[in-house]
Every structure is written in structure tokens, then in C-alpha cells.
């Protein structure tokens, strides 16, 4: 088995059973080894489709300067 899945099912466990902090945390910090790995990575695409528009303004606006 995988890190994350275990990762998860400890602390699901411990949620479940009300033993430490992890009784007190949302469930969305519970079940974070499983969906982290999706968000981190539409976060990527994100921020290199948020570049590549920058980048495709930069080149449109800018003037370039010519050799003579």
C-alpha cells in the first residue's frame, strides 16, 4: 500500500476513535493524503497557464526592437 492512503486511514482511525488532536480536526484535514495530490497538481497547471498568458502578452505588447 501506498504512503498517502495509509497516511489517511491512520488518521481516520484516530477521528474516528476521538484520540489526540487529530479528534478536534476537520474532516477536510482527515482526508487531505487523498485529494492533495490532485490539488498540487491542478495548481501546476494552473500557474503555468496563468504564465503562458503573461508570457503570450508580453510578446504581443512589446515592441521589438529591429536591426538595421
Known amino acids: 500500500m ?3 492512503p495509509c497516511i489517511f486511514l491512520i488518521l481516520l482511525a484516530l477521528k474516528l476513535a476521538g484520540i489526540g488532536v487529530v479528534a478536534t480536526w476537520s474532516w477536510w484535514l482527515v482526508t487531505m493524503p487523498l ?6 497538481l491542478a495548481g501546476l497547471i494552473l500557474f503555468g497557464g496563468g504564465l503562458a498568458i503573461v508570457g503570450a502578452a508580453v510578446a504581443t505588447f512589446w515592441p521589438r526592437k529591429r536591426r538595421r
Open 2 to 4: 501506498k504512503l498517502l
Open 35 to 40: 485529494w492533495i495530490g490532485v490539488a498540487t
